[in-house]
Structure formats: structure tokens, C-alpha cells
């Protein structure tokens, strides 16, 4: 989801307008055959880079030319971070909807869709603890899995869709998100062209692995996701510093500064993981 819609739940789940769910807290749902589909209709849809990854893997295909086919590319307002969301989908049916109401890529559907109806809001604090509430979303009125008979707690819904291990890569990539935005400030420098440059590492796995010889034999693709996360937050302290943003600030000014060492230290993270000593 966007910043301004994360915003938005968090406040709502702490106003009470919107009820949280704990671990053991049980409820019924199962999806009706009757109805399949119906949900995968004219709904926005926001994929982080481990749904992105997911999905293009499954489908033989690079992040790059996913986002391509079934994506639309857009800037949140406030911080002009780069997101991508499914683009059929909000005009009408799913593109993987198949015939009958069967999903092409269910195996591989993004994080929101395999907990659906349970959703999940994430904050992370200036002590770099980390707050998140369950809550179920607004029922739909085409939706007949809440009548069923089927009932489970919060945490068996959630280890039946293997959520923990999406949520797990989506939390690195929003803790990321929260640094760029609260310490880095990239509302006031980050422009169009440094959102093209982060694109390989957020959606286009294949780009670095290729530009760098990096075969799935060396790095797996959770190993090397987690990679990517740390040299893109290593590249990004550095390009805010020369703007006068951030702990590496040293130019107030806001002149933007080219350090031909950056990239060499990004390679290395990406390499192994680590950081040059």
C-alpha cells in the first residue's frame, strides 16, 4: 500500500474505528465457490518486490517484464518513492482471474491476497522496535465466505497461507522505507532519476545477478533479496549525504556530490552480503 494509505489504517486501528485482532482471536471464513472471483474485481492492489519477484518467478519471467505486462508505476506524493501496483485490476477482473474464478498465479499471489480477509499494519518506532496489528477488512457485501462454518484462529490463518514469510521480506522492505523517509528525509531529494537508478534493486533481480555474475547457486533468492535491501539502504544514506540529508550529511548546500566509491561498496553487499571492512 501507499505511505498515505498506511497512514491512514494505523490511525484508524488506534482511533478503535477499526478492531484488532490478537494471535488467538478466531473467526469464520472460507472462500465460497459460489462467489470465486468476485473479490479479484476493480480493487487496488500494491505489490512490494518480494510479491513482484514472486510472482515473475512463477511465471517464467523477469521483474522487469512483470511490471511491464501487469503493472502501473507511480510516485507516492509525499516522499516520491517509486511503488508499483497491479493496473487491470482496478479497472476490472484480475488478469490472472482465470475462467471459473480460479487465480493463474495462486501459488505465487501477492502477500494481501493470500491473508485476505485478515489485513495487517506495520509501524516501525524511532528505537527501531517494530508495531503490528491484525484487524479483518471491511466484509464485502458479494462475499459469502464469512457465512461459513469453517473457523480458525488468527495465528492458524496466517501459518495456512504461509504469510509469516511474506511478511517477513514486506517488514524489510517498509523498515526501509521508514529510514529513507524519517532520517533521510527523501521527500527533499529524491527526484525521478535516483527512482530509475533503485528500480534493479527493488524489482529487477535478474539485472544485478546478470550485471554482477551472481548465479542462484551463490545467492538464493530470499539470501539475495535480503542483500539487496542493505546495499540499496548503504546507496541511499550516501546519495542523501550529498544533498545535506541524513547521518553521512556533509554538504548543506543540497549540491549533489558523485562519489565513485559508492557503487563498489553496493557491489560488495551484493556479492557477499557484507559491507567491505
Not at 206 to 222: D, N, Q, S, T
Request: hydrophobic content about 35%.
Amino acid at each position: 500500500m501507499t505511505l498515505k494509505m498506511h497512514r491512514d489504517l494505523v490511525d484508524r486501528l488506534e482511533s478503535g474505528e477499526t478492531a484488532e485482532m490478537g494471535m488467538e482471536d478466531s473467526f469464520n471464513f472460507a472462500c465460497d465457490d459460489r462467489c470465486m472471483g468476485r473479490c479479484c474485481n476493480t480493487i487496488k492492489i500494491v505489490l512490494d518486490p518480494w510479491d513482484v519477484e514472486s510472482m515473475a518467478r512463477h511465471l517464467g519471467i523477469t521483474g522487469r517484464e512483470f511490471i511491464e505486462n501487469f503493472c502501473a508505476l507511480e510516485d507516492d506524493p509525499q516522499s516520491r518513492w517509486p511503488y508499483v501496483k497491479l493496473s487491470h485490476v482496478e479497472n476490472g477482473p484480475c488478469v490472472f482471474l482465470m475462467e471459473g474464478g480460479k487465480c493463474r498465479i495462486y501459488p505465487a499471489r501477492s502477500r494481501n491476497c493470500r491473508t485476505y480477509p485478515v489485513g495487517r499494519a506495520v509501524r516501525f518506532n524511532e528505537d527501531g522496535t517494530k508495531e503490528e496489528k491484525y484487524f479483518l477488512v471491511e466484509k464485502q457485501n458479494f462475499c459469502l465466505g464469512h457465512g461459513s462454518s469453517c473457523r480458525r484462529t488468527l495465528r492458524e490463518w496466517l501459518e495456512d497461507s504461509d504469510a509469516p514469510a511474506y511478511y517477513r521480506r514486506s517488514d524489510q522492505y517498509f523498515e526501509l522505507i521508514h529510514y529513507v523517509n524519517t532520517v533521510l528525509q527523501a521527500g527533499r531529494w529524491l527526484n525521478s532519476r535516483i527512482a530509475r537508478m533503485i528500480m534493479p534493486f527493488l524489482y529487477g533481480p535478474e539485472v544485478l545477478r546478470a550485471k554482477l555474475g551472481i548465479p542462484e547457486g551463490e545467492a538464493g533468492h530470499e539470501e539475495f533479496y535480503e542483500r539487496r535491501i542493505k546495499a540499496l539502504k548503504v546507496l541511499l544514506t550516501e546519495l542523501a549525504a550529498g544533498f545535506g540529508f541524513g547521518p553521512l550529511a556533509k554538504v548543506p548546500d543540497g549540491e549533489e556530490v558523485e562519489d565513485a566509491g559508492i557503487m563498489d561498496r553496493v557491489g560488495e553487499i551484493l556479492l557477499k552480503g557484507e559491507e567491505p571492512r
